[in-house]
């Protein structure tokens, strides 16, 4: 099993009511692609309860089933969808860990 664990912080000329609406789409289209990404065990992403101590806005926790599986999860369509559509576009950085478990 492989974990996929992504920080995102989101563009900070964006409104409070525009995160919110954008933390949501990101959470609705990553959690979606269970069932339809190859070896994508689980999906979370934390959007909410986020202390003054943070340095990112949101979080994407998710398991595959190898590393196989996650190459295939990077290139899937419907991965790809979603990164172009609800999350490169709103966010400033990204830091990735990926690890086997």
């Not at 340095?55 to 926790?61: E, Q, R, S, V, Y």
Request: aromatic share 4%; proline share 5%; glycine share 8%.
């Amino acid at each position: 099993m492989v974990k996929h664990i992504i920080l995102w912080t989101l563009d900070p000329a964006l409104t409070e009511e525009e995160k919110a609406a954008v933390k949501a789409g990101i959470k609705e289209g990553l959690e979606g692609l269970v069932g339809q990404v190859p070896g994508l065990v689980s999906v979370r992403v934390q959007t909410g309860g986020r202390l003054p101590s943070s340095t990112a806005d949101l979080m994407l926790d998710s398991t595959l089933e190898s590393a196989e599986a996650l190459r295939g999860y990077a290139k899937h369509p419907a991965h790809v969808a979603v990164a172009n559509t609800k999350v490169r576009p709103y966010t400033v950085q990204r830091a990735c860990l990926d690890f086997e478990i």
